[in-house]
């Protein structure tokens, strides 16, 4: 769909030329916004293909320090030694450059390290003078608690001044700096060994370059990975060869700088954690759609290793979580198992559970959200002590995060306010753009930055598609005010006018431009329901009541003479006028018009409320299988969801099996969403003498059951059947739904959660701000830039 259809010029009192002028100027404008976000999507898919990392001056120092095989006295690696001599920043130190003030104790350690390497080998004296320089200049930051320590700095810092000064270097600190960086180490030594956890040994493993010569080298291969390093770490990994001279390790030590040349990185290798993290944040920020082949290019080699069980996935808790949840939500088949050997015992004795690492606590949580089969209650357990430890707002959990505390701050308080089964598309990809980091650092026992996991062009191409579905809905919405007015719905004097909110339920989660007829039938008979709703509640007369069913029953009719009052008259005309315009538009997407199915949807609807009349009207007291029966129906999720299944894209063929398929998928949808309304409307249905689930069940208890006991059933069954529709919506084999169509069904789950996540959201105001955020204020790519940090790019190196 052409975007200029949808873009009206500015209308003012001026001449024709300068009427022209204005309307060239908009097709300008929009032909530039067109080519930037073509020029944006082909730089961002080239990323796909190649994993950039800084290089870390603390590894690069240690690698350097790795002596020659057949000659002790010089080293393995010159090239890194030469580029320790040239890659000096102005201020002495080493290190990225301009770093975050918090970052000064990384500094500090990534200048002692290569200060060491030159002193080994004897060249570089004028760095080395400028290196301690340095030191000498900052050491008070030592003590300094607002500092974002590199993991493992109080026993990694305290040995290398003690290898400095076997080396012959003369530090000058003071006596007290020097007491405070031994005390240090003392209290961290004196509480690991207290706790003796395979967590304390795994760390203890991770920092052994503290350890210099020692009995303990040879029990420290034990974390060797079948790369030949040791945690992915070159750091390390040369320190042990140092000390041990393992074959494996020189062989990983060889392939890392073969890989970047003169420089390495903190961590290595990290494809697979750099490109699904890529994945994650251009479907947070909403513009993945961009990249579906490369998306599942990268997918589905990420699941051919997840079933080989590659060790970079399941040897780190954080890429496994990541891996799972996004390969299940993308429909593969993988397993929960792999997160038994991170319960919530064994992840504390893991070397991330010591580390108290917040950003793999958040990814298992958000893991142990998409739960489609009932056995899997180690889903359960996990959300249960993840979410518990997320809560916690003095968590020490926040400690070694692998992000600075701010930003995984941000993203926990995200995730436990709005789960996944609440998280409308368009209001996540807000919280996003606002809280992305364009540069962020993160930090191990180095800093470190990668353009994949943040970069501009990823914010720059989501605020410009941001905005340009804003001004096609913009324009829809002023469309849906005029058929509303046109419709005389509006004079309607009982019924609710919730045009707003039933077109943000639309755009927040159908908002791709193509998708316009598939919003206006969504948002229209939203329009509808409602005034329906509260036509058979509240009003109309039972002979209205029945005079509606008719004409829906006789379809083509004299509307002049048919319609026994003139709020009958104007609700028919709008279901027939809006039913009409869906079967006409339905033959664009399915070769046929669709208008009889729509017809049955709404007759099924209308005669459901009819039924619930009676009751009311007669005091009838149905049983609770009776009554959810039909206010699965009346629930009026129908005439909402079903007709844009026709509008979306793929062809729907009618079969049985497929007819099947959507009646459970409806089921599903409606049993977890009626449940949710009447343990919300609870109260206000029960004063008003209305029938309610929930009040059905304590009637029929007799007395036996409780308000609490009969809400706690409820919420189970609404947990089972949203758990339920989710594998509905993620099945693969043996599903004739395509895949779009079934997102629908999600997506009407989440409006339904968030807007009860409080209380009845037709009857809340909490959401006015949220609904003029999506729709009406447009994204300023400079305002979400302002408060990030414009550092100088990082020398990177690539994958």
């Known amino acids: 769909m052409s975007l200029s259809t949808h873009i009206t010029p500015l209308v003012c009192s001026c001449s024709t030329s300068d009427t022209f002028m204005t309307a060239s100027k908009v097709k300008k404008e929009n032909h530039r916004t067109a080519l930037c976000l073509e020029e944006s999507k082909e730089r961002i898919k080239k990323m796909f293909n190649k994993v950039e990392l800084s290089v870390s001056s603390y590894d690069t120092a240690w690698v350097a320090m790795v002596p020659s095989t057949t000659n002790p006295h010089a080293p393995f690696f010159p090239q890194c030694l030469n580029w320790l001599l040239d890659n000096q920043l102005f201020d002495g130190s080493w290190g990225l450059p301009n770093h975050d003030p918090s970052f000064m104790n990384e500094a500090l350690l990534s200048t002692l390290a290569c200060v060491l390497a030159l002193k080994k080998w004897g060249i570089g004296e004028d760095q080395i003078n400028k290196g301690l320089q340095f030191i000498n200049s900052n050491i008070a930051s030592i003590n300094d608690e607002k500092q974002q320590p590199p993991i493992g700095f109080d026993l990694i810092f305290p040995s290398l001044i003690e290898y400095g000064q076997n080396l012959g270097i003369n530090f000058s600190l003071s006596a007290t700096n020097l007491e405070a960086i031994i005390h240090k180490r003392d209290i961290e030594l004196s509480r690991g060994n207290q706790s003796n956890s395979e967590g304390w040994r795994a760390y203890l493993a991770y920092v052994s370059e503290r350890l210099q010569k020692s009995q303990d080298w040879e029990a420290i291969l034990k974390y060797q990975r079948l790369n030949g390093s040791l945690f992915n770490s070159p750091a390390t990994t040369a320190a042990a060869f140092h000390q041990l001279k393992n074959t494996n390790c020189l062989n ?7 890989k970047f040349g003169n420089a390495v990185p903190t961590i290595y290798p990290l494809d697979i954690y750099v490109r699904l993290c890529m994945i994650d944040n251009l479907e947070r920020l909403g513009v993945s759609h961009h990249f579906k082949e490369e998306i599942r290019s990268v997918l589905d080699e990420t699941y051919r290793y997840w079933q080989e069980g590659v060790e970079d996935i399941f040897l780190d808790p954080t890429t496994c979580a990541m891996a799972f949840r996004i390969l299940r939500l993308s429909g593969y088949d993988v397993s929960s198992d792999p997160f038994y050997q991170y319960s919530e015992d064994k992840f504390s004795d893991s070397l991330k559970g010591y580390l108290k690492d917040a950003g793999a606590i958040l990814e298992l949580y958000k893991a142990s ?14 959300n249960a002590w993840t979410r518990h430890l997320l809560k916690q707002q003095s968590s020490h959990y926040q400690l070694y995060a692998d992000k600075l505390r701010r930003f995984v701050d941000r993203e926990a308080n995200d995730a436990l306010s709005f789960p996944y089964y609440a998280n409308l598309e368009r209001i996540l990809n807000l919280r996003s753009m606002k809280h992305y980091n364009v540069e962020e650092t993160r930090i191990l026992k180095s800093s470190y930055r990668s353009e994949n996991l943040a970069n501009q062009e990823f914010l720059k191409l989501a605020a410009e598609d941001f905005n340009i579905c804003q001004i096609i809905q913009k324009e829809e919405l002023k469309q849906l005010t005029r058929w509303v007015t046109e419709s005389k719905l509006d004079k309607l004097e009982f019924a609710r006018q919730k045009l707003a909110y039933c077109y943000f339920s639309a755009a927040a989660n159908l908002f791709a431009p193509e998708l316009s007829d598939a919003r206006i039938s969504w948002a229209k008979n939203g329009v509808l329901t409602t005034v329906v709703d509260d036509f058979y509640d509240v009003g109309s007369t039972e002979e209205e009541q029945v005079n509606l069913i008719q004409l829906m029953e006789e379809w083509d009719v004299d509307i002049e003479t048919a ?32 208008e009889g199915s729509v017809i049955k949807i709404w007759l099924s609807l209308i005669r459901s409320m009819l039924t619930e009349a009676k009751w009311l009207k007669t005091k009838t007291v149905p049983t609770l299988d009776e009554y959810m029966q039909n206010a699965c129906v009346s629930f009026a999720l129908g005439p909402i969801v079903l007709p844009a299944l026709f509008l979306v894209g793929p062809k729907l063929s009618g079969e049985a099996a497929e007819v099947e398929e959507l009646h459970c998928l409806f089921n599903t ?3 977890c969403g009626r ?41 189970v069954i609404i947990e089972d059947k949203r758990r339920e529709l989710l594998r509905l919506v993620l099945k693969e084999k043996g599903s004739t739904v395509p895949r779009d169509c079934k997102e629908l069904f999600w997506k009407m789950i989440k409006v339904l959660h968030l807007f009860y996540l409080k209380d009845d959201g037709f009857t809340s105001l909490e959401l006015h701000s949220t609904v003029n955020s999506v729709i009406n204020e447009p994204v300023v790519l400079s305002e979400l830039l302002r408060d990030t940090n414009q550092n100088p790019k990082p020398i990177y190196q690539s994958v």
């Not at 959200?369 to 996990?382: A, G």
């Not at 004063?687 to 308000?707: D, P, S, V």
Request: net charge neutral; proline share 1%.
């Open 252 to 258: 990983y030590l060889k392939s890392v700088v073969e």
């Open 369 to 382: 959200q998409v739960i489609i089969h009932p056995d899997e209650s180690i889903l359960v357990r996990q």
């Open 563 to 594: 319609c026994c009052s003139e709020n009958v008259k104007i609700i028919f005309c709008s279901l027939r006028s809006t039913i009409k315009e869906i079967g006409e538009r339905s033959v664009k997407w399915q070769g046929r018009n669709v």
């Open 669 to 671: 949808m409606s049993t």
């Open 675 to 715: 449940l949710l309304n009447d343990i919300n409307t609870f109260e206000r249905e029960s004063a008003e003498g209305k029938l309610n689930a929930l009040g059905l069940r304590l009637i029929h208890g007799n007395g036996a059951i409780t308000i609490d006991d009969a809400t706690k059933e409820m919420k």
